[in-house]
């Protein structure tokens, strides 16, 4: 099994969800590209995991697994209040977040 | 390595229809095709668990979630996307996405890991040896995620509670354009 090119893959990924994030408006289609970054980044640790023969890097993917589910529901419910609010869905109708 | 090559084309196509979908629903079907993807390369990098743990989780749970908030915010609507504030944004994120994602595949392919010629052992990324180290040497971090999924619950309880969302509630659409008051007048009271 060649491991770059699974890396190779796992950067492909992250590519496409990084220009969905940068030229799409819709939050809901933005969130999903976030998603896949988030599987990219799981990805590349599972195949080290898998060159190296180390169980840490399975954990570690568990873990980012973990993680985006905790950000889906708060970024839904972001979604959700700020819809209620707008009554549109236009990622720039919360530009006032920024910082 | 055929059916890495296969599922890798797949996955690309699911992950660019994700991208370009018109519909947020397509866009979360294609999602669906990316997570499956994924579940069976992690099987053919003998990641078991993580694999029944993907499909589980995003398949099951965050997709579902997606599906509910998609069908209701987005049912019987044709949003079109506003016009861009910042000029040429759209072709600048392109090409620089694709600069930095073609550099760093690139990079990866070029530069393969030293490889170890021993197979697997056996029972590698099974249900055991993931939670023998989740339970061993790396039970900080399944507490810290513990400790961090507990607090997104209760920031979603928060971020929805039923008095603060009778108050928002048709609002919005009358606020006159360039007002740039977000937090409502009397909402910290509640």
């Keep these: ?99 | 390595m055929v059916g890495f090559a296969v599922i890798g084309v797949l996955l690309v196509l699911a992950a660019i229809a994700v991208v370009v979908a018109r519909q947020p629903v397509h866009s979360a079907l294609a999602l669906i095709a990316v997570t499956m993807g994924l579940a069976m390369i992690y099987l053919i990098l003998s990641a078991e668990f993580l694999a029944v743990a993907q499909v589980i989780v995003y398949a099951g749970a965050i997709m579902v979630l997606f599906l509910f908030v998609v069908t209701l915010l987005t049912a019987g609507k044709e949003e079109t996307e506003s016009a861009d504030t910042l000029e040429g944004q759209r072709w600048a994120g392109v090409i620089l996405g694709l600069l930095v994602g073609g550099a760093l595949a690139v990079t990866a392919v070029l530069h393969p890991a030293p490889k170890i010629a021993a197979p697997v052992v056996a029972g590698f990324g099974g249900l055991h040896a993931v939670g023998q180290l989740l339970w061993g040497p790396a039970f900080v971090m399944l507490a810290a995620v513990g400790l961090m999924l507990l607090t997104g619950v209760v920031g979603v309880l928060m971020l929805n509670r039923p008095e603060v969302a009778e108050k928002n509630a048709g609002g919005g659409r009358t606020l006159p354009a360039g007002v740039t008051v977000v937090r409502a007048e009397g909402e910290d009271s509640a």
């Excluded at chain 1, 599987?39 to 973990?66: E, K, P, S, W």
């Excluded at chain 1, 985006?68 to 419910?77: D, K, P, S, Y």
């Design chain 1, 1 to 99: 099994m060649m491991i770059n090119y699974v890396v190779a893959l796992a950067a492909l990924l992250f590519m496409i969800g990084a220009v969905g994030v940068l030229v799409r408006k819709n939050p809901l289609i933005m969130f999903m590209s976030a998603e896949m970054m988030w599987n990219a980044a799981a990805l590349a640790f599972i195949a080290f995991a898998r060159n190296y023969h180390d169980v840490t890097g399975q954990v570690m993917a568990f873990l980012i697994i973990a993680t985006a589910a905790a950000e889906v529901g708060i970024g839904l419910a972001i979604m959700v209040a700020v819809y209620h609010r707008r009554h549109r869905l236009d990622i720039d109708e919360i530009s006032h977040l920024k910082g």
